[in-house]
């Protein structure tokens, strides 16, 4: 099988795992949302998102840092180092997450303080998600093994078993009657089972890699931080913009309006998450193809992964943020609060997260990590001046700007770094054709909301209009030849899978 068909399938295997993990995480969050109070859910995704932050400085230098190293081993046929390096690295992550069990265990209440809140089961949730955090350290060092070995089905089930895991407790728990603290106790149950299944898919999937000596080598660990601290930067970076707005949220306005927020932005990840989905295998094929100096597949790849997100991801958020009051209503009911603040600017700017996203992957493949790391550290910053600001003045519609101003200063300064490396092009003229017919498609959609055609009271309606919508601009893109989805799969150039490689580690 060519290494292009190879990438393909596991990216189409990732994209229906991906998006069926994203729907049970968003059933939960339903769940949550109809069996618990604003106040009470706007607390625990407080809560959960501080503690995020916390696990991302935790492993900072190793999360995604590793992967690389997993893959080039792999390359090498060299097991001993991949094992030696993935348990070495425990050293570091353990100790900075016993600090923070101990703190949330025996002192969860000046944690509850600092973040200004008084709410009573602050403490307990604190003490239950540092079970989680244990958790977490040990799924994301079994999610770089077995995404650096290419083991993306194992991969999938590990998360999808978190899911089904997390989304059965919960129901369980609280038809218990375990209140709020039926979160917690959820996600930490699911968090168990995956590094329940990552273990037993280790055990048989990469045997070779189970069987491995380890060693303590303490100067590879040294190494795999010195490169790794500007992956960890950059992605360790996108989680900080998915969790800083909700506790800002919460220290300048209220729970309520973090639970707004909190329906508005998953929600808001319905659209790219397909695109999402199909970049969780990426960096280790970038790696592999750069190390083979495979440049011209390579850079066709990446051209036609932006040219199929932009084409996709543009006009689609139009229509959702069109009818995003229907969409909450229908999945959320009545109380969605002032949710389609945030929303309406996540839908149509989620394009920039989109290319960040996808941008960190590609030059952490390509041995670009500096500049990673140092184009999220400069979105951040720049996320950070304004979102105090902006949600100061906008409440969370504010919030909401900040990020995307944020993630499209990422994407910008990661493409330059890509463009250094490898000539990638983005044809500006096809680019200006689909924003045109996205800028059509939303004073159609509100001429739509004008008519009826979209309406709170016709979600049925509503929603197949939008879908007509949506396709519809599809099709005008292709016809106009903004985008060229027929031949997104077709490649001339292919690559044969290199026999160095086992096809069972």
């Known amino acids: 099988m060519n290494y292009a068909r190879q990438f393909a399938r596991h990216a189409a295997m990732t994209v229906a795992t991906t998006l069926l993990t994203g729907v049970l995480f968003y059933v939960l969050r339903i769940v949550l949302y109809k069996n618990l109070t604003p106040d009470e859910y706007g607390l625990f995704y407080t809560l959960f998102s501080f503690v995020m932050i916390v696990q991302t400085v935790v492993t900072f230098g190793f999360d995604p840092g590793l992967v690389p190293y997993v893959t080039q081993y792999r390359e090498s046929n060299d097991y001993d180092a991949a094992k030696s390096l993935i348990l070495g690295a425990f050293a570091p992550q353990g100790v900075a997450t016993g600090v923070v069990v101990c703190v949330f265990l025996i002192a969860p209440e000046l944690v509850a303080g600092a973040l200004r809140i008084e709410a009573e089961a602050a403490p307990a949730l604190l003490r239950i998600l540092a079970a989680h955090a244990v958790c ?7 999610q770089q093994v077995l995404l650096g070995a290419q083991a993306i089905a194992w991969r999938n089930v590990s998360d999808l078993a978190r899911a089904i895991v997390c989304v ?7 038809h218990s009657g375990w209140g709020v603290l039926a979160t917690a106790i959820a996600y930490t149950l699911g968090a168990m089972a995956e590094v329940v299944v990552q ?3 280790i055990g048989f999937a990469l045997p070779r890699l189970a069987r491995a000596r380890f060693s303590w080598r303490p100067q590879l660990v040294r190494n795999a931080f010195d ?5 960890s930067l950059a992605f360790g970076g996108i989680v900080v913009f998915s969790a800083l707005d909700t506790v800002v949220i919460s220290l300048m306005l209220s729970a309520r309006d973090v639970a707004a927020y909190q329906i508005a932005l998953p929600t808001a990840t319905i659209l790219y998450s397909l695109m999402i ?7 280790p094929a970038v790696k592999t193809l750069w190390l083979r100096g495979e440049r011209a597949m ?3 790849g990446i051209e036609r992964l932006y040219e199929a997100g932009i084409g996709v991801m543009l006009p689609l958020g139009v229509v959702l943020a069109c009818g995003s009051d229907v969409l909450m209503t229908a999945l959320f009911g009545d109380s969605i609060l002032n949710a389609r603040e945030a929303f309406d600017v996540m839908a149509v700017g989620g394009i920039a997260f989109f290319i960040a996203y ?10 670009q990590g500096r500049a990673a790391g140092t184009s999220v550290a400069a979105g951040l910053a720049l996320y950070i001046l304004l979102l105090p600001v902006l949600t100061y003045f906008l409440g969370i519609r504010g919030a909401a700007l900040a990020g995307i101003a944020g993630y499209g200063a990422a994407a910008t300064l990661s493409l330059y770094g890509i463009q250094r490396c490898l000539h990638v092009r983005l044809f500006s003229g096809r680019i200006a054709g689909v924003a045109v017919v996205s800028a059509v498609l939303g004073l159609a959609g509100v001429g739509s909301r004008w008519l009826n055609f979209i309406a709170l009271d016709r979600p049925v309606l509503s929603g197949a209009f ?4 949506g396709f519809t601009a599809l099709a005008t893109s292709e016809f106009m030849g903004f985008t060229n989805f027929r031949h997104f799969l077709h490649s001339p150039v292919t690559l044969e899978a290199s026999t160095n490689i086992p096809r069972n580690l």
């Open 136 to 142: 977490v350290l040990l799924f994301k060092a079994g």
């Open 168 to 174: 059965g407790g919960a129901a369980w728990l609280l």
């Open 199 to 201: 273990g037993i898919a």
């Open 227 to 231: 490169s790794g601290k500007w992956l």
């Open 277 to 283: 989905a199909a970049g969780l295998s990426l960096l």
């Open 298 to 300: 390579l850079t066709d």
């Open 358 to 367: 996808i941008n960190l992957h590609i030059l952490a493949g390509i041995d």
């Open 466 to 469: 939008g879908l007509a919508l």
